[in-house]
C-alpha cells in the first residue's frame, strides 16, 4: 500500500517508471500543467509514449490549505472515468491506472487536443463538439439510469457514487452563495448594484431554492457532475470529457445545462457576428441528447411504463425544463460566485466585459425564473438573442 505524498515532477516520473508505464531508459519531459482548481495534472512525455497522471490534492487548488478536501474523488474519478468509458468511449480518456492512497489516476494523454474554453476563447469554433457531447451525455446518463440498469442494481452503484464532499462545493457555489452576500461571492464593485438586485430579488430565489432542492434530492443517473466547457478536450473532429470528480447520481438536466451555459457565455465574450456557431451548439446538443436518449429509450429498456403514450415526451420536456433553470444558475454562478470562467474575466475592455456580465446575470436570471416557458432549445436562443438585440 502507498501513503500518500504530493507528487513533484522528479517523483511523478519515478512513479511512471516504477509501474513499467514508460521505459526505465526512457528520456522523460515532466511539467504540472493543472489549470483546474482542485488537482495537480502532470504531463509525462517520453518519445515512445506520453500520459497523464493526476493527482487530487487534500485542499481546493483555487483557495488553498484553508479549504480541506478528502482525496476521495480521485477514486469517485477513477471509477467514474472507467464508467463513461464503457457507455461513451470515443469521448472518454482511457484510463491505464490508479491507486486509491496516492489519489492518483493515470490516463491517455490527450495534449494533440486542446481545452475547449481556450479554443474558443481564441475563437475556435470546433463544429462536432456538440454533437459528440450531446452523445456523451445521453449514453452516460442514460447507461446509468433505472430506466437502463433496473432499480436495484442502479441503487447498488448509486450507493458506491455518493460524493458529500463536492456536492457540497456544488451546493454552496452554484446553488447559494451567489443569492446572498456569501463570503464566496467575487464580483466587480461596478456590478453591486446588479447582484443587490439580484440579491433582493424574492422570486429569483424562490426558484433558486426549488432548483437546489431538485439537485438535492434527485438521483436520475450518474452525472459528469461539472461539464463545463473546461472539463473538454476538443479539436476539429474529436472531443473527450475529462475530470469527472464531481459525479454523482443526480438531476437527468444538470451536465447538459453546465455546457449549454458556458457555451453562451463565450457567446457574450465574443462580437456580434461570431456569436452564431455557440447558439448552433447549443441547438444541436439539445436535438442530439434528445434523438440519443429515445434511440436508447427504445432499445433497451426496463420500465414497465415505456411505451405509455407520452412518457417519454415528458420526461424530455422535465429534463429540458430542470436544465433551463440549472443553466441560468451557472452563469449567475460564473459571473458573480468565486469560481469564474476566463471568457468573461479575460476581456479586457471593461465597458464590453462589464456589458457581457450584466447580461450573463440577466440571461441567468431570466432562464432561472422563466424556465417553464421554453419549450425547444430554439425558443431559449431565440429569447436569448432578443436580449442581446
Ligand atoms: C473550489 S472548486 C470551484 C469550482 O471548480 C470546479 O471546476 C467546479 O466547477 C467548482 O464549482
Ligand atoms: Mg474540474
Not at 516520473?13 to 513499467?20: I, P, S, T
Not at 497522471?53 to 471509477?79: C, F, H, M
Not at 489519489?103 to 491517455?108: C, D, G, P, V
Not at 474558443?120 to 459528440?132: E, F, S, T, V
Request: hydrophobic share 40%; aromatic share 10%.
Amino acid at each position: 500500500m502507498s501513503s500518500y505524498e504530493p507528487l513533484t515532477t522528479e517523483s511523478a516520473v519515478a512513479l511512471v517508471k516504477n509501474l513499467g508505464l514508460v521505459e526505465e531508459s526512457e528520456t522523460i519531459l515532466c511539467n504540472e500543467i493543472g489549470d483546474g482548481n482542485l488537482n495537480y495534472v502532470f504531463h509525462i512525455k517520453g518519445i515512445e509514449k506520453s500520459l497523464i497522471v493526476k493527482q487530487a490534492l487534500p485542499y481546493a487548488k483555487v483557495v488553498g490549505e484553508s479549504w480541506p478536501l478528502t482525496l476521495e474523488r480521485a477514486d469517485i474519478e477513477n471509477r467514474a472515468l472507467r464508467l463513461q468509458g464503457v457507455f461513451a468511449p470515443d469521448y472518454t480518456p482511457k484510463v491505464y491506472y490508479s491507486d486509491r492512497d496516492l489519489a492518483i489516476t493515470i490516463m491517455e494523454d490527450l495534449s494533440h487536443l486542446e481545452i475547449a474554453r481556450t479554443g474558443l476563447i481564441n475563437g475556435k469554433d470546433y463544429p462536432l463538439i456538440a454533437r459528440h457531447t450531446g452523445e456523451f451525455i445521453a449514453r452516460t446518463l442514460y447507461g446509468t439510469s433505472d430506466f437502463a440498469m433496473g432499480p436495484q442494481e442502479k441503487k447498488n452503484l448509486q450507493k458506491t457514487f455518493s460524493n458529500p464532499e463536492l456536492c457540497n462545493i456544488t451546493e454552496g457555489l452554484v446553488f447559494t452563495d451567489p443569492f446572498f452576500d456569501a463570503e464566496t461571492n467575487n464580483f466587480e464593485e461596478a456590478l453591486r448594484p446588479d447582484v443587490e438586485k439580484l440579491w433582493n430579488d424574492s422570486a429569483l430565489k424562490l426558484q433558486a431554492a426549488q432548483l437546489k432542492r431538485l439537485f438535492l434530492t434527485s438521483g436520475d443517473a450518474l452525472l459528469h457532475g461539472d461539464l463545463h466547457t473546461g472539463s473538454i478536450f476538443a479539436s476539429e473532429t474529436e472531443t473527450k470529457v475529462i475530470d469527472p470528480e464531481f459525479a454523482f447520481y443526480g438531476p437527468f438536466g444538470f451536465d447538459i445545462a453546465h455546457f449549454t451555459a458556458n457555451l453562451l457565455m463565450n457567446a457574450l465574450s465574443r462580437e456580434e457576428n461570431r456569436r452564431e456557431p455557440l447558439f448552433d451548439h447549443i441547438v444541436t446538443v439539445w436535438n442530439v441528447f434528445n434523438r440519443e436518449f429515445t434511440r436508447l429509450w427504445n432499445e433497451n429498456n426496463t420500465e414497465a411504463f415505456a411505451e405509455t403514450e407520452g412518457y417519454l415526451d415528458w420526461l424530455l420536456a422535465d429534463i429540458f425544463e430542470q436544465a433551463t433553470g440549472f443553466m441560468g444558475l451557472e452563469m449567475i454562478r460564473r459571473t458573480i460566485g468565486l469560481a469564474h470562467v476566463k471568457d468573461l474575466d479575460g476581456m479586457m475592455d471593461d465597458e464590453k466585459r462589464l456589458t457581457a456580465k450584466r447580461r450573463s446575470l440577466f440571461i441567468g436570471a431570466r432562464l432561472v425564473k422563466e424556465r417553464a416557458t421554453y419549450k425547444t432549445a430554439e425558443q431559449l436562443v431565440a429569447a436569448v438573442k432578443e436580449v442581446l438585440a
